[in-house]
Nanobody
């Protein structure tokens, strides 16, 4: 089992940047594929980015491609989401998620595929 704690959210102006972190407790972090999701008020949760357990492969939603970067440091049990060129429509609660992964080359973009979730961190982008 793994516990996830997000941090790094806040208020930023449009065009600015934020880096979210998700710290995982428990052993064997490197065996988990990780993902970031977000949920805006009145909207369904949506996929943002995913990374394989080794960090070798990544995937992004079209809405964030070229602006966001997911990465991980398995030595620090942490996954990151670097968010640049932020837009007001990026405003949401951001969640990280983890799923045990046998394959080192598989990432997951569906929320139902993940077993563990953090509590979320609020990102607000002002225009």
């Amino acid at each position: 089992q793994v516990q996830l704690v997000e941090s790094g959210g806040g208020l930023v102006q449009a065009g600015g940047s934020l880096r979210l972190s998700c710290a995982a407790s428990g052993r064997a972090f490197s065996t988990y594929a990780m993902g970031w999701f977000r949920q805006a008020p009145g909207k369904e949760r949506e996929f943002v980015a995913a990374i394989t357990r080794s960090g070798g492969n990544t995937a992004y939603a079209d809405s964030v491609k070229g602006r966001f970067t997911i990465s991980r440091d398995n030595a620090k049990n942490t996954v990151y989401l670097q968010m640049n060129s932020l837009k007001p429509e990026d405003t949401a609660v951001y969640y990280c998620a983890a799923r045990p992964s046998v394959s080192g080359s598989t990432y997951y973009s569906g929320g139902t595929m993940y077993d563990y979730w953090g509590q979320g961190t609020q990102v607000t982008v002002s225009s």
